[in-house]
Nanobody, 133 residues
Framework: AVQLGDSGGGSVQAGGSLKLSCEYSGFQYKRGNCLAWFRQAPGKEREGVATVYTIYEGTLPTYYADSVKGRFSVSQDNVEDRVYLHMDRLKPEDSGMYYC??????????????????????WGQGTQVTVSS
C-alpha cells in the first residue's frame, strides 16, 4: 500500500518561509504518480493547496490553488521518492495542519478538481504550520 510521510512544519513569522517534505512509497512505479498537498485550519474544511505529477525527466507538472499561487511551489527529489512544498511569503491565514495525499488511480493531476480531498485515498499524518503576524 502507498505510504506517505510528511514533515517540515514549524512556526514562522509572516513573510517567512518553510519547506515541507513528503516521502512516499508503495506505488507500483516510482514516477508517474499524482500527489497533492492539503491544509486544514481549526474549524475549517480541508483545502487543496497544490498538486504534482512525478516524472523521470522534464518540466515538473504542478498546479496551485489561487490562494497560494506565486508564493508556494512544489519540487521533486530526483534521487529519493520525495516531493517538497516550498512556502514563501507566508501569511497568518496559511496556518494549519498540512497533509500530503496521493492516489494511484488519479489520471488528471491538475485543475481545480484535482484539489478535491475526496479524490485521494492515501494521506500522510500531517505537519503543523503556524504563521504569526
Amino acid at each position: 500500500a502507498v505510504q506517505l510521510g510528511d514533515s517540515g512544519g514549524g512556526s514562522v513569522q509572516a513573510g517567512g518561509s518553510l519547506k515541507l517534505s513528503c516521502e512516499y512509497s508503495g506505488f507500483q512505479y516510482k514516477r508517474g504518480n499524482c500527489l497533492a498537498w492539503f491544509r486544514q485550519a481549526p474549524g475549517k474544511e480541508r483545502e487543496g493547496v497544490a498538486t504534482v505529477y512525478t516524472i523521470y525527466e522534464g518540466t515538473l507538472p504542478t498546479y496551485y490553488a489561487d490562494s497560494v499561487k506565486g508564493r508556494f511551489s512544489v519540487s521533486q527529489d530526483n534521487v529519493e521518492d520525495r516531493v517538497y512544498l516550498h512556502m514563501d511569503r507566508l501569511k497568518p491565514e496559511d496556518s494549519g495542519m498540512y497533509y500530503c495525499a496521493a492516489d494511484p488511480g488519479i489520471t488528471t493531476c491538475s485543475g481545480s478538481a484535482s484539489l478535491s480531498a475526496q479524490k485521494y485515498k492515501y494521506w500522510g499524518q500531517g505537519t503543523q504550520v503556524t504563521v504569526s503576524s
